[in-house]
């Protein structure tokens, strides 16, 4: 707890009533009226220059205590006069000094705050004191007391700034109850709405229009957007939330006032925060990467929410929380088009050209690059699919999803949504393998793109969105087209010998055989010398599989036959089959002329 210091062992806070009785006699309201006068008009502003620039509320306590203290009596004391009927003149010139009070009152009031400008700083407030009032200047307590367990839990910042709270507190509570609290809420507005402003503006918070956001380069938007999402959260939790319990604290006697001035202190500037990320929703210029930006503003609003329902929770602050949502609506909004249009430009990709070798297509690499990093902000992107839910998908096969139910989760609609979006994709890349008129070549594309997308989804967060039977079902799918691959471009080398191999065959079946496998081997591999496949896996498996087909049995017919023929037509050994296969799916370039050129190949065999 923060406790006030004073000097004395009493409160400053005047009390509830006066200390006259219930029906003081003629002598006592005049003992009341004179006692009054003889300490107001020592503090009156127009006597000497000396108590004009004298703080009332000086370190020694006392005299300050007993200004509040007479100034109750006084108030006591006309509202009896008033109460009798009687007596104008004495009320006359307890008016008289009711108003020389309250002006000092005023100009005291004004310089705690001015003076103490760093010291009620609302970071520090909110620091210092919670706003559930459990952190309290309890004026009805014993300040020695409050003295030694305050010395013992605060700093000095602390405790000259709590002292000056409490200093606050007891001229605004003893001015409202004397029927100023408006001249004593304006003073308290117009300074500390000042200094809400400038901490806004020392956070980089500007007033910034929809046509200054659209002119915005792409860096310096990215810049002023990263500078926001920093400053609100240090805006909410300790400029307004320091604002807010030093309000509530100055004038805890009337719920009125301290909702008007927190209202009038803090609205312009927390709309015009607030408001930021609608004009960024509404910025015509659309990168790239907008809305990873989107995401991150509505990412904020969101979890800020508490704190805004919480900091702004009177009916004259609706307009900020009316302006918060505004925003989190508007953003999530941009980003459900940018989500739309984004699945309609997949669809409309229309280039034309093959990706040479088989390789990866463009449209891959960017829509997964775009997909991994949205699947990020899988939180995020499900909250805004769950409210603002993208034009409905097309009816797909519910085998796509680890289990069908999904479809139906709302947690999982980011999920759901990024499945539906590769969907897309592995539909628009099936298209791009017809532009191939090899047909093994459009396998290998599709093999080759699959393999792509699904290491960008194991790398990524997309794999525990997807999940391991997603990817299950797609690693399938790159077997089958593997083995289309291989049988469509290899079937005619893997016919050029007999499924069995026996001594029987004649010298002309065996030369048709080895010239069968010379012809049909050359072309494949001049001919797939130039794919592509990326994936060293797959690469490998590829090999593999076709070597395992290949060399064993090509080994066996040479073994058996090669001593019966001339080089003209065993030209290649077993152990050279393997290299020129090992030669295969790097994207090489080489002449039909410079292959079978010689018998032995410089690399070293890979696969035999």
């Avoid at 707890?1 to 509830?16: A, E, G, I, Q, R």
């Avoid at 909110?126 to 003295?147: K, M, P, Y």
């Avoid at 088009?337 to 960017?366: E, M």
């Avoid at 799918?477 to 029987?504: C, D, G, H, M």
């Amino acid at each position: 707890m923060v406790f006030f210091h004073t000097s004395s062992n009493t409160s400053l806070s005047p009390t509830s009533t006066s200390s006259l009785p219930t029906s003081p006699t003629s002598s006592m309201v005049e003992q009341t009226i004179q006692n009054a006068e003889s300490i107001i008009k020592k503090w009156d502003l127009n006597s000497s220059s000396l108590i004009t620039i004298t703080p009332l509320f000086h370190p020694n306590r006392k005299e300050a205590k007993d200004y509040l203290k007479c100034v109750m009596d006084l108030r006591g004391t006309m509202h009896f006069l008033v109460s009798q009927n009687s007596a104008p003149h004495k009320l006359v010139i307890a008016q008289t000094l009711m108003q020389i009070a309250m002006k000092r009152l005023e100009k005291e009031f004004y310089q705690i705050l001015s003076s103490n400008r760093e010291r009620l700083d609302p970071e520090l407030v909110s620091t210092s004191l919670s706003s559930d009032g459990s952190a309290s200047f309890d004026v009805e307590e014993d300040e020695a007391d409050q003295l030694k367990i305050a010395g013992e839990s605060i700093s000095e910042v602390e405790r000259v700034s709590a002292l000056a709270m409490a200093d606050l507190k007891a001229i605004a509570e003893c001015m409202s109850s004397s029927g100023y609290g408006k001249e004593c809420a304006h003073i308290y507005k117009l300074f500390r709405k000042s200094i809400v402003d400038r901490g806004l503006y020392l956070l980089g918070i500007e007033k910034f229009k929809s046509s200054r956001i659209n002119k915005m380069d792409r860096e310096y938007l990215h810049l002023t957007i990263k500078n926001w999402l920093n400053a609100v959260k240090i805006a909410l939790k300790s400029l307004f939330n320091g604002e807010k319990i030093l309000c509530d604290h100055v004038f805890s006697a009337s719920q009125t006032i301290r909702d008007a001035c927190f209202a009038e202190i803090t609205t312009e500037g927390a709309k015009n925060l607030f408001k930021f990320p609608e004009l960024i929703a509404k910025n015509k210029n659309s990168p790239p990467d907008r809305i990873f930006r989107l995401l991150e503003l509505h990412g904020a609003i969101s979890e800020l929410r508490p704190d805004i329902e919480s900091i702004f929770n009177v009916e004259l602050t609706s307009a900020i929380k009316l302006q918060a949502l505004s925003s989190l609506q508007k953003v999530g909004g941009s980003v459900k088009t940018l989500l739309t249009n984004f699945g309609s430009s997949i669809r409309k990709d229309s280039s034309k050209t093959p990706v040479p070798g088989g390789g990866i297509h463009p449209l891959a690499q960017s829509t997964m690059s775009y997909l991994s990093s949205l699947s990020d902000y899988d939180r995020i992107l499900t909250d805004i699919i769950s409210i603002h839910p993208p034009i409905a998908n097309a009816l797909f096969p519910e085998s796509y999803f680890n289990d069908p139910t999904v479809i139906e989760a709302p947690k999982q609609a980011a999920s759901v949504h990024l499945a539906w979006l590769i969907l897309i994709l592995l539909c628009k890349i099936d298209s791009k393998a017809q532009l191939y008129e090899d047909l093994s070549l459009s396998y290998l594309f599709l093999a080759n793109n699959l393999q792509f997308i699904i290491n960008q989804v194991q790398t990524s967060t997309l794999k525990h969105l997807l999940g391991h039977q997603w990817l299950s079902r797609l690693t399938q799918k790159i077997k089958q087209y593997a083995l289309s691959y291989e049988s469509v471009a290899w079937n005619r080398v893997f016919e050029s010998f007999p499924e069995r191999t026996t001594s029987e065959l004649s010298y002309e079946a065996v030369k048709d055989c080895f010239k069968r496998f010379n012809a049909a081997f050359e072309q494949v591999y001049v001919k797939q010398i130039s794919w592509i496949v990326p994936d060293g896996k797959l690469r490998d498996e590829l090999k593999v599989s076709i070597a395992g087909k290949l060399v064993p049995v090509y080994r066996e017919f040479y073994e058996t036959f090669s001593t019966k023929l001339n080089a003209d037509f065993v030209r290649i050994s077993p152990d050279d089959l393997g290299n020129y296969l090992s030669d295969l799916f790097h994207g090489s370039r080489i002449s039909s002329s410079s292959l079978l050129q010689s018998s032995s190949h410089s690399k070293g065999c890979l696969l035999r």
